[in-house]
């Protein structure tokens, strides 16, 4: 069995981490979250973690992360909605194990778009966090938003991509709406890939 640690931040409510922990009970994922932690004590998602009596961390301070995650050496490391830079330490210790999900279609090369299931250029979102992100989609008027989960590198926003999701958008939809429908199937995608990478 695979041993996993989530992290998290205020931002958000947690659905990605409760989506895993989910899996995990539920052994569809050959894995147990070994800690989950965040860089505030105020995140949401803290909570779910406890009611599962899952163990947690904080870590206000990016270079105290490495520690923390030297002390549980997690098979993989999945980002939920963390805000802090991962430090360059972190990455090179842990490579090809830290899991990213970003709210855009990220390219396999970046010198091609990535596209649509109906042919258009995918939005790749690069430098944006997830409510700028949505926005965007928007005022591009994108006929698919999109999230990718990759592999984190020293490049922001770009690495090895294990799985994308679209979500059609609507004529009406707002921020929200949109979002919405999105966090769904990101919750089904951090699942998917966490299954491939635990068998």
């Known amino acids: 069995m695979k041993k996993l640690a989530v992290l998290i931040s205020n931002y958000g409510t947690g659905t990605n981490l409760q989506a895993i922990i989910d899996a995990t009970e539920k052994k569809e ?96 979102n690069k430098g944006k966090l997830a409510n700028v992100a949505i926005q965007n989609f928007l005022d591009k008027r994108a006929t698919y938003a999109g999230s990718s989960i990759h592999f984190l590198t020293h490049e922001f926003d770009f690495g090895p991509v294990l799985e994308r999701a679209f979500v059609k958008t609507q004529k009406y939809d707002t921020v929200d709406s949109l979002y919405t429908r999105l966090k769904k199937k990101e919750n089904a995608l951090y699942v998917k890939v966490l299954q491939k990478l635990c068998a």
């Open 29 to 124: 994922i050959n894995a147990e979250i070994v800690i989950v932690i965040s860089d505030t004590p105020g995140a949401k998602g803290l909570a779910r973690a406890k009611k599962h009596k899952i163990k947690i961390a904080i870590s206000p301070k990016k270079e105290d992360l490495i520690k923390i995650l030297e002390r549980y050496k997690p098979d993989y490391i999945a980002l939920a909605g963390w805000k802090q830079i991962v430090t360059d330490e972190v990455i090179d210790k842990f490579p090809k194990r830290i899991l990213n999900i970003h709210p855009g279609i990220i390219p396999d090369t970046k010198n091609v778009k990535f596209k649509n299931p109906d042919g258009t250029d995918a939005i790749w």
